[in-house]
């Protein structure tokens, strides 16, 4: 089983940043798309952004388009996202995902545990 570790949530001030991190075990990140949840209270979990296996392909929501960054190190095994310009509405509990290649985001192989965002007005 593969597993991830997400951390790197907390409270923040509209406008600041914050740098989340996915740690994954078996080699993951070079091996399986990686990408990022979100789900907000009484919301419906959502896909926030992804990077293929290769790290040549990267996909997003608009909503965070320019604000948000997702990277990855092979080397370290572990995948970031880089968050920008946060607003109250990017509040929200952030799951790393993790999906076979061939495979769509609809329902993910492997999730994180969840790590909250607060972002303050």
């Known amino acids: 089983q593969v597993q991830l570790v997400d951390t790197g949530g907390g409270l923040v001030q509209a406008g600041g940043s914050l740098r989340l991190s996915c740690a994954a075990s078996g080699r993951t990140v070079s091996r399986y798309n990686m990408g990022w949840f979100r789900q907000a209270p009484g919301k419906e979990r959502e896909f926030v952004i992804a990077v293929d296996w290769s790290g040549t392909g990267t996909s997003y929501t608009n909503s965070v388009k320019g604000r948000f960054t997702i990277s990855r190190d092979n080397a370290r095994n572990t995948v970031y996202l880089q968050m920008n310009s946060l607003k109250p509405e990017d509040t929200a509990i952030y799951y790393c995902?993790?999906?076979?290649?061939?495979?769509?985001?609809?329902?993910?192989?492997?999730w994180g545990q969840g790590t909250q965002v607060t972002v303050s007005s």
């Open positions: 995902a993790a999906t076979r290649k061939g495979s769509g985001w609809s329902n993910p192989d492997y």
